[in-house]
């Protein structure tokens, strides 16, 4: 079983829409959990982390986290076709290093 | 401000060669990581600097992957008798300050034939 899960798409929504992008970590210690984007041939770029249970919301994104669960996920509002790029979910056990463990990552395909 | 720069963007070598791959993390960062990244995988940790000390080794694959970070601020990841499996992109992050958000930098893709 790998330590982050995501489903690996690709995940199609019409623009306008709301893409719910899920992500499930086994490691329990597991404090700072973070997502980033990355479009083809590029390399990642942060769009939100989180650190606390609930939702966090920045701008069009959104931002939830379960810790009892094991769950984070990402809500993106009114998709515009720039979203389309794959999304990396990655965690951190600030006591057992500063490394993040990433998941494989969805892509998602936003469609005008 | 400027982000993380590595360098090269492309690098590619023959099976059995040597290569060196640089590093430039965001000024005042402390914290420097390097990752690869194979097509279609999330990145992969290879090993964490915390000044010029690697702090943590634990992701390098093999003893041929050496990185070193002399000054606490450029480092190098060093490969040697590369391997065709060593094709990946490599990946260097660095975070600093009140946060642990790394940011990562255009990557150096390394392809070895």
């Known amino acids: 079983q790998k330590e982050v899960e995501q489903n690996s798409g690709p995940l199609s929504v019409p623009e306008g829409a709301i893409a719910s992008l899920n992500c499930t970590y086994s490691?329990?210690?597991?404090?700072?959990f973070f997502w980033y984007r990355q479009y083809s041939g590029k390399s990642p770029e942060l769009i939100m982390f989180?650190?606390?249970?609930g939702d966090k919301e920045d701008g069009r994104f959104t931002a939830q986290l379960n810790k009892a669960s094991q769950y984070v996920s990402l809500l993106i509002r009114d998709s515009q076709p720039s979203d389309s790029a794959t999304y990396l979910c990655?965690?951190?056990?600030?006591?057992?290093?500063?490394?993040?463990?990433f998941g494989g990552g969805t892509r998602l395909m936003v469609k005008p | 401000g400027a982000g993380v720069s590595q360098t090269p963007s492309n690098k590619v070598t023959e099976k059995g060669k040597y290569v060196e791959l640089r590093c430039d993390p965001i000024s005042g960062h402390t914290a420097l990581y390097w990752y690869r990244q194979s097509l279609g995988q999330g990145p992969e940790f290879l090993i964490y600097f915390q000044g010029t000390g690697a702090a943590d080794d634990s992701g390098l694959p093999n003893d041929r992957f050496f990185a070193v970070r002399p000054e606490g601020s450029v480092s190098t990841l060093k490969i040697q008798r590369t391997e065709r499996g060593d094709s990946a992109v490599y990946l260097c992050a660095s975070a600093g300050g009140s946060t642990d958000t790394q940011y990562f930098g255009p990557g150096t893709r390394l392809t070895v034939l």
């Open positions: 989180i650190y606390s249970n």
């Open positions: 990655a965690v951190n056990n600030n006591n057992a290093g500063n490394m993040l463990t």
């Open positions: 490691d329990r210690g597991s404090q700072s």
